[in-house]
C-alpha cells in the first residue's frame, strides 16, 4: 500500500516539474533590438514607437493593419497586424507588438499602445508646460 503512495507522489513531483518547465520554455521575451528580432524566428513582444514619418495601411478588405515601428537606436520595422487599429494608436507614445518576423515583415497577433496619460497632460499645465 505505501508503494502505491511513494509511486503517486513521485508522478505527481514529475508532472510539477515538467509543468514549470513548459512555462520557462514558452514565455515571451520582450526585444527591442530589431536585428535579434528577425533573426530569432520566435514569438516576441517588441517594444519601440510608431514611426509617424511613414503612414499607415487600413486593408479593409484582408481585415490587416499595416504601420512601421521605430526601434530605441532609430532602426525600423514593418508591422503586419491582422485586425483592425487601436482606437488609440495615433496618440500613442510607445507600442509593444507581440508576434514573430518572417516573410521581411512582423506579423503581430497583438497591439499595446501606451498613451500620454491624463495626469501628464494636468502636471504639465501646472509647471506651465
Given at each position: 500500500?505505501?508503494?502505491k503512495?511513494?509511486?503517486?507522489?513521485?508522478?505527481?513531483?514529475?508532472?510539477?516539474?515538467?509543468?514549470?518547465?513548459?512555462?520557462?520554455?514558452?514565455?515571451?521575451?520582450?526585444?527591442?533590438?530589431?536585428?535579434?528580432?528577425?533573426?530569432?524566428?520566435?514569438?516576441?513582444?517588441?517594444?519601440?514607437?510608431?514611426?509617424?514619418?511613414?503612414?499607415?495601411?487600413?486593408?479593409?478588405?484582408?481585415?490587416?493593419?499595416?504601420?512601421?515601428?521605430?526601434?530605441?537606436?532609430?532602426?525600423?520595422?514593418?508591422?503586419?497586424?491582422?485586425?483592425t487599429?487601436?482606437?488609440?494608436?495615433?496618440?500613442?507614445?510607445?507600442?509593444?507588438?507581440?508576434?514573430?518576423y518572417?516573410?521581411?515583415?512582423?506579423?503581430?497577433?497583438?497591439?499595446?499602445t501606451?498613451?500620454?496619460?491624463?495626469?501628464?497632460?494636468a502636471?504639465?499645465?501646472?509647471?506651465?508646460?
Amino acid at each position: 500500500m505505501k508503494n502505491k503512495y511513494i509511486i503517486g507522489g513521485i508522478i505527481i513531483v514529475i508532472f510539477f516539474i515538467a509543468l514549470g518547465f513548459l512555462f520557462t520554455k514558452t514565455s515571451i521575451k520582450y526585444e527591442d533590438d530589431f536585428q535579434k528580432i528577425r533573426q530569432s524566428g520566435k514569438i516576441v513582444n517588441v517594444t519601440g514607437s510608431w514611426d509617424k514619418e511613414k503612414s499607415y495601411v487600413i486593408d479593409s478588405k484582408n481585415n490587416r493593419f499595416i504601420f512601421y515601428i521605430k526601434g530605441q537606436n532609430g532602426d525600423e520595422m514593418k508591422v503586419i497586424y491582422k485586425g483592425t487599429i487601436p482606437n488609440n494608436f495615433e496618440h500613442a507614445t510607445s507600442v509593444v507588438v507581440t508576434g514573430r518576423y518572417k516573410d521581411g515583415a512582423f506579423h503581430a497577433r497583438e497591439i499595446l499602445t501606451k498613451c500620454p496619460s491624463k495626469y501628464q497632460e494636468a502636471e504639465n499645465s501646472a509647471q506651465g508646460g
